[in-house]
């Protein structure tokens, strides 16, 4: 697996595989890769000639320092699963490189997205994730990219950038990958206990039970139960809230089969985990 740093490396390299007129398929990720990340690369592999992986820890994304500093880094471990899985290639760039400083940041007007769910509760995150995959789009110009689905709503806003300015990507936006318990994999489950793991399986459990309900109840009264759940277990609810699947506009009544999303984040030992279920 060939190891880039820098955007000269990547782009010499890169510029001989284009006149090839090889497949380039590109799993972005921030590192502490779990299987979620591995079923991505997965499937990129699968689906093109070539896969590359970045591995960047984008400090633009985060509104809340310490969240930033407790993100658990193991590049070491990083590279021997994505070895694992045939990846081709991975960009594991430093500050100078993915923000030189002469760079330009770009704006995009992304309207509700940055206004609902974890727009308005972690300002300036989905600017700074826009940042980094502008660059990093423009620095791969991948055929194809690969997003997890528990990240709803920057799929969302991925597919906005991609719209304004990189229509020739396609973007493949991947199922939650999730442990047997129900807990959706992400990087930030390394943060909790055994006993953390164990409370946090009961968000899946929240979710699947509101689907249910859905046939059955109102909305409102859904949402309430679900609440209710949360709250018996002492478990801090950030929001838990079902909106329009395509456009994550809010509804008052359940929307037409398979146009539902219930989102939710909540608070356990601390770490704040999201998850969703589309129904
Ligand atoms: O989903 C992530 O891991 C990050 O937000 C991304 C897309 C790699 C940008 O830093």
């Given at each position: 697996m060939q190891i880039f740093n820098t955007q000269i490396e990547l782009e010499g390299f890169l510029s001989k595989i284009r006149k090839k007129g090889i497949k380039l398929g590109f799993v972005p990720t921030m590192g502490a890769l779990h299987e979620g990340h591995i079923d991505l690369v997965k499937r990129s592999v699968e689906e093109n000639d070539y896969t590359i992986v970045s591995i960047y820890v984008n400090e633009?994304?985060?509104?809340?320092t310490n969240d930033f500093i407790n993100y658990p880094i193991s590049k070491d471990r990083d590279v021997e699963m994505l070895k694992s899985v045939s990846c081709d290639a991975v960009f594991m760039p430093n500050k100078e490189v993915m923000y030189p400083k002469n760079f330009k940041k770009i704006t995009l007007d992304i309207g509700m997205l940055n206004k609902v769910f974890e727009g308005p509760l972690r300002p300036g995150h989905f600017d700074g994730v826009l940042q980094v995959v502008y660059r990093l789009f423009d620095y791969i110009k991948p055929n194809t990219a690969y997003f997890g689905l528990k990240d709803y709503q920057q799929c969302l806003v991925i597919k906005a950038l991609k719209n304004e300015f990189f229509n020739s990507i396609h973007l493949v936006f991947c199922p939650t990958v999730r442990t047997e318990s129900g807990l959706a994999m992400s990087?930030?489950?390394?943060?909790?206990?055994s006993t953390g793991l164990i409370e946090a399986a009961f968000i899946y459990k929240v979710l699947t039970t509101i689907r249910d309900l859905s046939v059955h109840i109102e909305a409102f009264d859904a949402l309430k139960y679900g609440r209710h759940l949360f709250i018996q277990k002492n478990i801090e609810i950030e929001y838990l809230e079902f909106a329009?699947?395509?456009?994550?506009m809010p509804g008052k009544n359940w929307f037409k089969k398979n146009k539902n999303i219930v989102l939710v984040a909540v608070y356990i030992e601390g770490v704040r985990l999201i998850d969703n279920i589309v129904f």
């Open positions: 633009l994304q985060f509104n809340n990087s930030r489950n390394q943060r909790l206990s329009n699947a395509d456009t994550l």
